[in-house]
């Protein structure tokens, strides 16, 4: 990595990396239509959400699904993990909680693949502040 | 319900990868230092600060503006930024999501705070029970380093500053800023006098800021989003939001944050979810052991600083234990003391042997050998401690005894005068009996109970000899006739 020699060349460095990003670039997003971001705090990874990020990557692979899969930080829904958020086209990120394997499999075969929710669905999501 | 809370402190977590630096510029990372280091003046930025009215979130409520200020006067030009993320209260872990879910806000606020008080070196002392937070903290430094982000010229400025780690060894204490400092100098972690405040003469006897991991996550957001911006959330004292960890008998245990005013009653019942299995709400410990417990008739209070320091409590770091009707008030004043007591570093007589003496006390009553004159006692004990500690370890240690004393006096006379405990969980005072309508004679619980307390032929009625029966609990669990009753 190159050191970012002004403040100037940070926000070009911002804008760079937006336009590359899945979920600023609607370019780039078009290829990866679903986008899962898995909490993995330590609340998150003690209740195992590190092989359910494993399992969704191997099953988007076999299933040939279009997905980006990240980790994140907590999101706060600590009693509902392992959670993941799950934006699909054109639609709003939809929250899951309590998610095992076999949720998982709900999770792509209902949601994903069919637009149906199934049980699990954490409700009103909060506001994040925009900085811009 | 979750429409109440507003992230600003998270905004990033639970949206960036917190081990990729790249994810956290695309969220704006170091925009804020950029601004500040290219375009503004030290004394420009803290009055920004100064101006949000963003107080320290580590729970005293220290204008952080203002703290800034006094370090900015101090003379000197070898000073130091430290970040508390010790984060020492039971139940506690708002500071760990931050650092887990993004530590370019901190890094980059501690960067901020060196660039206004003219400190070159930054410190971060984090407790070792953290090796997550520690690890993606570590990660974060070092691609911040990579990118130029931190060290020498900082974005092409005359700016420098460089950070480094510092870890704790499981004291409570340690989070008391002098006693922090200290620890960090490698000496034992005891408080000492202030003044002089860290700002004048902390950390190797340098000016020094010490804020906690919160109050530095707010940084980078009053800078680009400006403090009136801030300061249009929240109550009249108390800007901005506040990160609460949400535990205990809660539904929706978790991290949460809202504005500063939303009442407890919207915390506990619409963002928790309620309590759970449908108990009664009996009280909220906020402010971890230095708090008090407030209680229904407190529900539709706002949460700010000056409020529930008024209601007997305080807002603490964040902690939010919530007590059911199944809690015992004094066994809750009991446990807090029993860790204040471990805590204690010994230094003063009021918190060494005062709080051992509260405890003592507090024992007593919940085995049903407590008296009148014991309340008395530790009542005025309470406001001893509290007038004379050496640091506000003791001095805010006996806040869950007068707290409980003030809200829940019968439960104390309960156990004094009738031998009773309301809450059925204080060992000595509770007795499990078979009821003879129920049992059939099944012998489940007479089977597995672990010291052959209970007797009984098959299909007859099961008594359990009182003298052996150790209060386990076993044999409520296995019997599926509800014939085992706790009284």
Excluded at chain 2, 186 to 199: C, D, K, V
Excluded at chain 2, 305 to 314: D, I, K, R, V
Excluded at chain 2, 350 to 379: F, S
Aim: aromatic letters at 8%; proline letters at 4%.
């Amino acid at each position: 990595m190159e050191k970012i020699k002004s403040y100037t060349d940070l926000k070009l460095l911002k804008e760079n990396l937006q336009k590359q990003s899945v979920f600023y670039s609607q370019d780039v997003r078009k290829d990866t239509p679903v986008l899962v971001r898995v909490a993995m705090a330590t609340c998150g990874i003690a209740s195992g959400a590190k092989e359910i990020m494993t399992y969704l990557k191997d099953e988007f692979e076999k299933r040939s699904i279009n997905a980006f899969v990240m980790k994140t930080g907590c999101m706060g829904y600590c009693y509902a993990e392992p959670t993941l958020e799950v934006t699909l086209p054109d639609k709003k990120p939809v929250v899951f909680g309590y998610v095992t394997r076999e949720k998982a499999d709900e999770i792509i075969e209902k949601y994903i693949k069919n637009g149906e929710l199934p049980q699990g669905v954490i409700p009103d999501l909060y506001q994040t502040i925009d900085m811009e | 319900m979750n429409q109440k809370q507003l992230h600003i402190a998270l905004r990033n977590c639970g949206k960036i990868d917190p081990e990729d630096i790249n994810e956290a510029i695309i969220h704006n990372a170091y925009e804020a230092l950029g601004k500040v280091v290219t375009e503004m003046q030290p004394l420009e930025v803290i009055g920004i600060i100064k101006l949000s009215g963003l107080r320290g979130r580590g729970g005293a409520g220290f204008p952080t503006g203002l703290k800034w200020e006094l370090a900015n006067k101090s003379k000197g030009n070898e000073k130091y930024v430290v970040c508390n993320a010790d984060e020492g209260d039971p139940g506690a872990f708002m500071d760990r999501s931050v650092l887990e879910g993004d530590p370019h806000s901190v890094i980059e606020a501690m960067a901020i705070c060196g660039y206004c008080i003219g400190a070159a070196k930054g410190l971060v002392y984090i407790r070792a029970e953290y090796p997550l937070a520690i690890e993606r903290l570590k990660l974060a430094i070092k691609q911040a380093y990579e990118y130029g982000l931190l060290g020498e010229n900082i974005l092409g400025s005359n700016f420098s500053f460089n950070i480094e780690l510092k870890y704790g060894a499981g004291a409570f204490v340690c989070g008391e800023e002098t006693a922090l400092i200290h620890s960090m100098e490698g000496q034992r972690g005891e408080p000492t006098f202030r003044p002089p405040f860290p700002a004048e003469a902390g950390y190797l006897g340098k000016p020094t800021n010490v804020n906690n991991v919160e109050t530095y996550a707010n940084i980078p957001a009053i800078i680009l989003k400006g403090a009136d911006w801030f300061n249009k959330i929240g109550t009249e004292k108390s800007k901005g939001t506040k990160v609460f960890a949400l535990a205990g008998k809660i539904n929706n245990v978790g991290l949460i944050e809202v504005p500063m005013g939303t009442t407890l009653q919207e915390v506990i019942f619409d963002i928790g979810g309620g309590i759970r299995g449908g108990k009664e709400f009996k009280a909220v410990q906020t402010g971890g052991p230095s708090g008090g417990c407030l209680t229904k008739k407190h529900l539709p209070t706002p949460i700010d600083y000056e409020n529930l320091t008024a209601n007997g409590s305080m807002m603490g770091s964040g902690g939010m234990i919530v007590m059911d009707e199944d809690d015992c008030m004094v066994a809750m004043a009991k446990y807090y003391l029993d860790f204040t007591v471990e805590e204690s570093c010994g230094k003063c007589s009021p918190c060494r042997i005062g709080n051992k003496r509260l405890y003592e006390i507090l024992n007593k009553i919940t085995e049903g050998l407590g008296t009148m004159e014991d309340l008395t006692l530790l009542r005025n004990l309470s406001n001893v401690i509290k007038d004379t500690s050496l640091c506000q370890l003791g001095g805010s240690s006996p806040n869950p005894v007068l707290s409980t004393l003030d809200n829940f006096y019968d439960e104390y006379l309960a156990h004094i005068k009738e031998h009773r405990c309301p809450a059925s969980q204080c060992k000595n005072l509770i007795h499990y009996y078979i009821l003879e309508e129920n049992c059939v004679g099944c012998m489940a619980c007479a089977r597995n109970c672990p010291v052959n307390a209970i007797s009984g032929e098959r299909k007859q009625l099961h008594t359990i000899d009182q003298s052996i029966c150790i209060k386990c609990g076993i044999c409520l669990e296995k019997c599926k006739f509800n014939a085992v009753e706790v009284k």
